[in-house]
């Protein structure tokens, strides 16, 4: 549970299901998203399409010219709601990492892909 910027109670949760954006050094590809389903059954999916979605944006930014070393990870959505029903600000991000994806999958993923597409990678999650 996450505090409620609107009743300041213990009471913001995830929904169930919703999109996180990848944003990536203060990037984001247009289709840098992907939908999440909190369903167990679903996980295994989610992380699939996370990783599919993370080598997009490695391949799209190994072509840049002045490419800095990749250091912030970004994971955010707005599917949130408050336990007592209060009304959540519009663009209220909340980070979903080591909630809903690892920091470790995130670090892996980074590192193979790191190495896959010649990029400089200095995490700080």
């Not at 809903?100 to 590192?111: A, G, N, Q, T, Y």
Request: one cysteine or more; a neutral charge.
């Amino acid at each position: 549970m996450m505090h409620c910027p609107t009743c300041f109670n213990n009471s913001l949760h995830f929904d169930e299901k919703g999109v996180i954006e990848i944003i990536i050094n203060k990037k984001q590809m247009d289709a840098g998203r992907i939908i999440y389903n909190l369903d167990p059954r679903e996980k295994e999916k989610m992380f699939v399409e996370f990783k599919r979605k993370v080598e997009e944006f490695f391949k799209w930014y190994s072509t840049f010219q002045n490419k800095e070393p990749l250091c912030q990870v970004e994971l955010v959505t707005a599917s949130v709601k408050c336990d007592s029903g209060c009304k959540i600000p519009p663009n209220l991000k909340s980070s979903v990492i080591d909630s809903i994806i690892s920091s470790s999958l995130v670090r892996e993923e980074f590192e193979v892909l790191a190495k896959k597409y010649h990029l400089e990678i200095e995490l700080k999650i």
